[in-house]
């Protein structure tokens, strides 16, 4: 069955163990998330983010409720961590969180690998558009959030 890719990249003003801090906190997910998914992390909070946790949400999606649980298969501050799905809407999602300081700020990359129920008629008709909609709302609220914290942080 084919599989699907997905790759973003946005630069952000803060040092890199400030970044990874930040999405070391698995309730700043919420806040990435668009709200037309009504994502809610199940899982009580705080969450110790590391090799084998587990984490289980909520989501609408097309007005239909999905449970999730991903696992953190791999935890490599601060540069890197992988969640992948145990249950949920793919028959694959694997979502690699990289992070490198350059030019006094830090990247971060996302690569997803991805395959949804259905296969290439449903990413064609649904997921691929949804995915990508997920991903740009993501990287616009983290410039709000870095934006905000350096403007915070400097004055």
């Known amino acids: 069955m084919r599989t699907w890719k997905l790759h973003a990249e946005l630069w952000v003003p803060q040092p890199l163990e400030e970044v990874f801090a930040f999405f070391s906190d698995a309730g700043n997910l919420e806040r990435l998330t668009p709200p037309w998914l009504n994502f809610e992390i ?3 909070q705080p969450i110790d983010l590391r090799a ?10 097309r007005g239909l409720p999905i449970r999730w649980r991903t ?3 791999e935890w490599n501050p601060p540069v890197q961590f992988v969640d992948r799905q145990l249950r949920g809407p793919y028959t694959l999602w694997q979502h ?3 992070f490198e300081a350059r030019d006094g700020g830090t990247m971060c990359f996302d690569d997803v690998e991805y395959r949804p129920f259905g296969g290439a008629l449903i990413q064609h008709l649904f997921v ?3 995915v990508e909609r997920i991903f740009e709302y993501r990287k616009e609220r983290l410039r709000e959030i870095f934006r905000a914290r350096s403007a915070v942080s400097t004055s």
């Open 52 to 61: 084998g946790t587990l984490i289980d949400y909520r989501i609408r999606l």
């Open 42 to 44: 199940l899982t009580p």
């Open 71 to 73: 696992e953190i298969s």
């Open 128 to 130: 691929r558009r949804d």
């Open 96 to 98: 690699t969180h990289r």
